[in-house]
């Protein structure tokens, strides 16, 4: 069993989506990541908050088990986002996006953190990215997920952090716009010249494409048939699949990794059920199990 | 072992990708259909050509054993579609299509077409999927397929099909279209209502939705470097499909229906890497269970 460390946003979120609305809701990559990967092994969140983060939501991954000592206070207003689904729930139109006490964040590991086998890196700054990265002594897995405002705008900050890399999760749109690809098979393989020993692919209610050691790993995501809030699904992906990395330590092998990748989208299919941490913050792993071997029916080859 | 009533288009489609382009290249879906259920069980096509129809076409399908004494050679010119792809080769934009002697198309099944177990209609006028059935004395299994333009222009007569079916193969975005749905699995479960006993939603790149009995079974295409032509993709997983059912005759199960629909996606993932029916005219069984063992690894489970 290996620790994780993750460095990602602590956010209020206020969504609208076909199915109703929250006003500055739980939310940020940190967050869902956490609470989806201390179902399986022990994480060290490092983030900021404002003064007007409520204390119960840092209690929310207190009681998972989740080391906070990463986490800042510091005088301002939490990282704040509001955005938009329509139609099939795609793609989020983004209202608005404001900083706040994220503007100035500088990535401090208390010492305890720096000894972490895992790392994960949500999608922030790369610049930040690379700072926690040296921050860590001599992690085993590094992964990291990005968007494409960084591959716009930070494109060789970026580079350096894919250099480092063993695995990117990465949205099939931006796996596109970062590698000039058609597809997301071609997308994988030059996305590995990069620097990544292996790539996972977002697909969302497609599930994921997984390359890793050369070969092509493709399951889609467990049906659901109200999508409430897409919000956090990637990051709750990306959390079960490095929480089941961490919780059995075997490294990179294919069949480690597509069975982490079938856990990360196991979760995600909760996260979407309802808005925020709705779903995610009471799951527990009897529910994940059953769901699991549901889903094994759904993809059963019957032969 | 049962035989196969397909009818469909066979036509000549001139068609761009960025991978290049086609000038009057054989296509239709009856063709697609036929090449890919032949290769499980026997077909029997209906369909209507003109005269600048090559006869190395129609040999094509005889070499396979298909019974093409239902494909009437008349006055004029055979239907023809040009199209383009661009981008991410989801979706084509029509630049023409030219009915020719489809227009006015009257199917008629010789005698020894009647008695056939499995029925499928390809995506044509759904005035003339009525006709067809109302011609097959007692099938087993009656399958069709349709398009946004018959939801939209004749959606009395789509609705008396979908009524008489047993398997509906139906596009994601058309099966949200004919559903207002917002989610496939939703849209299956709408689709029941309207008739069919299960619904297979053609996803492209990733695979398929099956709904039967109740339960959802769902996996990704195999993955594939370069889509060249995406055309006829769809007919050939319903041939695919279709063919595998009749040659095992194991009626609406849920496993057979399940295994099916990989074969299905196995037949369709060889046509899209050429134009026209390059990938499928050669294609032995040895071949697709080649494809059917990486196929497997690309969907494991590993556990």
């Known amino acids: 069993m290996g620790k994780i460390v993750v460095v990602g946003s602590m956010a209020y979120d206020s969504v609208k989506t076909p199915s109703g609305q929250v006003d500055r ?5 940190a967050n869902y990541f956490s609470l989806a990967a201390s179902l399986f092994a022990p994480v060290q969140a490092v983030g900021v908050v404002g003064q007007d983060y409520n204390p119960d939501d840092l209690q929310l991954l207190k009681v998972r088990g989740v080391d906070v000592s990463g986490v800042e206070r510091i005088e301002g207003k939490t990282f704040h986002w509001a955005g938009e689904y329509a139609g099939d729930l795609n793609e989020a ?6 900083l706040n006490v994220f503007e100035t964040f500088k990535p401090k590991l208390p010492a305890s953190y720096k000894t972490a086998e895992y790392v ?3 999608n922030i700054d790369p610049v930040l990215q690379l700072d ?14 990005t968007m494409n405002f960084w591959i716009k705008t930070k494109l060789d900050d970026l580079k350096k952090v894919l250099k480092r890399l063993d695995i990117l999760f990465i949205n099939e749109g ?17 996305l590995c010249e990069m ?4 790539v996972v692919i977002k697909r969302g209610e497609y599930g994921f494409l997984l390359f890793t050691d050369g070969n092509f790993h493709a399951l889609p995501a467990f049906p659901i048939k109200q999508v409430v809030d897409p919000t956090g699904a990637g990051d709750t992906f990306a959390g079960g699949f490095m929480g089941y990395l961490a919780k059995n330590d075997l490294g990179l092998k294919a ?19 309802d808005f925020s941490v709705g779903a995610l913050k009471d799951l527990t792993a009897a529910q994940v199990e059953k769901r699991h071997l549901q889903y094994k029916e759904v993809v059963s080859l019957f032969s």
């Open 25 to 29: 809701a739980l939310g940020g990559s």
């Open 174 to 190: 931006e796996a596109k716009l970062l590698t000039d690809a058609t597809n997301a098979v071609s997308a994988c393989e030059r």
């Open 132 to 145: 926690v990265l040296d921050q860590v002594q001599s992690p085993k897995i590094v992964a990291a997920d």
């Open 93 to 98: 139109k983004t209202l608005a996006t404001e």
């Open 195 to 198: 620097g990544p020993k292996s």
């Open 120 to 122: 994960f890196l949500a």
């Open 255 to 273: 069949s480690s990794m597509g069975q982490a990748a079938v856990f990360g989208t196991l979760l995600a299919s909760f996260t979407v059920q």
